[in-house]
């Protein structure tokens, strides 16, 4: 018989998923302190027993993350594993149904997740949720030079600006989250890395702040070359985004290659003189609605009349029924209803639907949503979907 519960044995989970990950035995503190330091943050580990042996674990990050034009409460989950005995045994799938309803009862409307297996969570009601772009391509290829105008300073840290301009991007930019001190020292691996440096880029104009990126420099393990990983790039107009790209460029008697990651419509080739080593699109996260009512209100910049979905969650049953789905005011209304249905489908795919990474034609189109003899077409918009927090 399997039990339930919240921990604090760092110890015991630290090996469970030293295992689970391949952790390097010379690493096996740095986790210990990642995970110390992810509890003292505000993180909550739980794990699955067996009598009083400890079988499976997971970390549960709090996060603000936008959705359409709202923020609302997101529930990451992250570190999932087992004991090697106890694959295959039931362990994790009981622990998923537990952290859906321990999420739910936080007020977490929401769940992110990186798979280690795509159709295992879309079991659970998970579904994908956004692709990150990856490009790779040598800083002498960015055809930008650095604008003296603009000021630019390495912060090993965030300062206070660069805190409130990531925040500030994070309300209005894809599915981003705030930070706090704790989660930046995440982001920035500060205890958990094998980077020569980790930091952040400041760009400012007369005084102000304007754009910022991430970077985090590395050396070759066979050679001297230093290869360079560029995440959060943000910045409020063309001229900053210019001298960014002249910034990176001006690494180039260092740095031997650049590597990107970004939302999809990240366009980097009207500034490059030559085509990418790499660029390719990798499937990242997948989300979950905990909650569906919890959404009723949430912004969104579509218009939509009403539509009729008989909903389907085998963890959540207060999210079973049919739901009537509509927009009203720039706001998206969602009810229960009686009446009809005009579409079904399971939690995972209205998940994916309301987070903009599909729309409910498309999953009719590819046979995961089925559409009833009433159903009038009425549908929500796709949009650009990017989440950027590591856990």
Not at 62 to 67: E, I, T, V
Request: net charge positive; charged share 25%.
């Amino acid at each position: 018989m399997f039990e339930y519960r919240k921990s604090e044995d760092i110890g015991t989970f630290e090996k469970i998923a030293s295992f689970s990950f391949a952790v390097r035995h010379s690493r096996h503190e740095l986790l210990r302190k990642y995970i110390a330091e992810a509890l003292s943050g505000g993180a909550e580990l739980y794990t699955v027993q067996e009598s009083s042996l400890v079988v499976a674990g997971y970390i549960l990050y709090p996060f603000k993350m936008r959705l359409r034009n709202s923020m609302v409460n997101m529930g990451g989950i992250g570190l999932v594993c087992s004991r090697p005995d106890y694959r295959g045994k039931g362990a994790i799938r009981f622990m998923l149904q537990n952290a859906a309803k321990t999420m739910r009862e936080k007020g977490m409307q929401v769940s992110v997740l990186y798979p280690f297996n795509v159709d295992f969570y879309r079991k659970y009601g998970w579904e994908l949720f956004f692709k990150t772009k990856k490009l790779v391509l040598p800083p002498t290829t960015i055809k930008v030079e650095s604008n003296p105008s603009m000021n630019y300073q390495f912060l090993s840290f965030p300062d206070s600006d660069v805190k409130a301009f990531y925040n500030q991007m994070a309300r209005t930019h894809y599915n981003l989250a705030i930070r706090n001190d704790h989660q930046w020292r995440r982001h920035l691996k500060v205890f958990f890395n094998d980077e020569a440096s980790t930091g952040v880029v400041k760009f400012s104009r007369n005084e102000k702040i304007t754009g910022m990126l991430t970077q985090y420099l590395s050396r070759s393990e066979k050679g001297f070359d230093s290869y360079l990983t560029v995440k959060d790039f943000y910045y409020i107009d063309q001229e900053t985004k210019l001298s960014m790209l002249g910034y990176l460029r001006s690494l180039s008697h260092q740095v031997k290659e650049i590597t990107f990651y970004t939302a999809e419509d990240f366009e980097l080739w009207p500034y490059l003189a030559d085509r990418p080593t790499e660029e390719k699109l990798e499937t990242s996260g997948m989300i979950r609605v905990l909650n569906l009512e919890s959404l009723n209100g949430l912004n969104v910049d579509f218009e939509m009349t009403p539509l009729r979905i008989k909903v389907v969650d085998n963890l959540i049953a207060e999210n079973n029924g049919t739901f009537e789905i509509q927009t009203e005011n720039g706001k998206l209304v969602i009810q229960k209803n009686r009446k009809e249905p005009e579409l079904e489908c399971d939690i995972s795919c209205i998940s994916s639907a309301l987070s903009g990474f599909t729309n409910f034609s498309e999953l009719i189109k590819i046979g995961n949503a089925k559409p009833l003899k009433k159903f009038t077409q009425a549908d929500v918009s796709k949009s650009v979907t990017f989440h950027s927090e590591p856990f």
